[in-house]
């Protein structure tokens, strides 16, 4: 089983606070990434870890088909959230994880496909599967159950990074299909609205 984990924990404190709940074409961030989990097919369970600002949140946000996990932590970084996701899809049964970023509106369902669809790499073996852009890892993450142990014991903000170091890691390009912009700044926001929404699909370029 592969759970799906949406990170969605954090203050928001370079935006302003509240990015989650921030507008962006006429919804929510967050509901742009719960979205394209919704839509994309091969995961079994799917999860959003929240943290700061989470009953307004739960409130706001179109959650459905989504459990909420609460991440009593969050100020400790992204590794509390990753902890917090993990224990929850580890509790569930889940042998994987599919991880995406709650303030990445334009990483969608054909990159959440495409890194499914590659799991294990080429020959099988590959325990970590990774969106590239132009060359650099980015998200979607699929992390094997065997990564588990190592992701529980993260601390601070550094997230997933010594992980993957130690990982049998596959890169999947997705420049194609996604672009993998943070909503760090108010003006990220701004930038990313008129492009396409992340559960649409993209055009193909010719």
């Known amino acids: ?20 709940l921030a507008s962006l074409d006429g919804r929510p961030l967050l509901e742009h990434a719960l979205a394209a989990a919704a839509a994309a097919s091969g995961l079994d369970l799917r999860l959003v870890v929240l943290g700061a600002n989470a009953e307004q949140i ?17 100020r400790e970084g992204l590794a509390a959230s990753l902890r917090a996701g993990v224990t929850a899809a580890q509790s569930a049964g889940a042998d994987a994880i599919l991880i995406t970023l709650g303030d990445q509106p334009r990483v969608g369902a054909e990159a959440i496909a495409r890194v ?11 325990n970590a599967i990774r969106a590239s852009y132009s060359g650099v890892p980015g998200h979607p993450t699929l992390l094997e159950g065997e990564l588990f142990d190592d992701l529980l ?8 990074r010594s992980v993957f170091k130690s990982a049998n890691t596959y890169f999947v390009p ?28 993209r055009k193909e370029k010719r």
């Open 116 to 126: 499914l669809a590659a799991r294990g790499g080429p020959d099988g073996t590959s």
């Open 153 to 160: 014991e993260l601390s601070g903000d550094e997230g997933a």
């Open 1 to 20: 089983m592969i759970a799906g984990v949406v990170l969605a924990a954090g203050e928001g404190r370079r935006f302003g606070g509240g990015k989650q």
């Open 58 to 74: 739960i409130n706001a946000v179109d959650l459905s088909g989504h459990e909420v996990v609460l991440c009593m932590g969050w």
């Open 174 to 201: 997705c420049d194609d299909v996604a672009v993998p912009t943070d909503v760090d700044v108010v003006g990220d926001l701004t930038a990313l609205s008129g492009s396409p929404p992340a559960d649409e699909p």
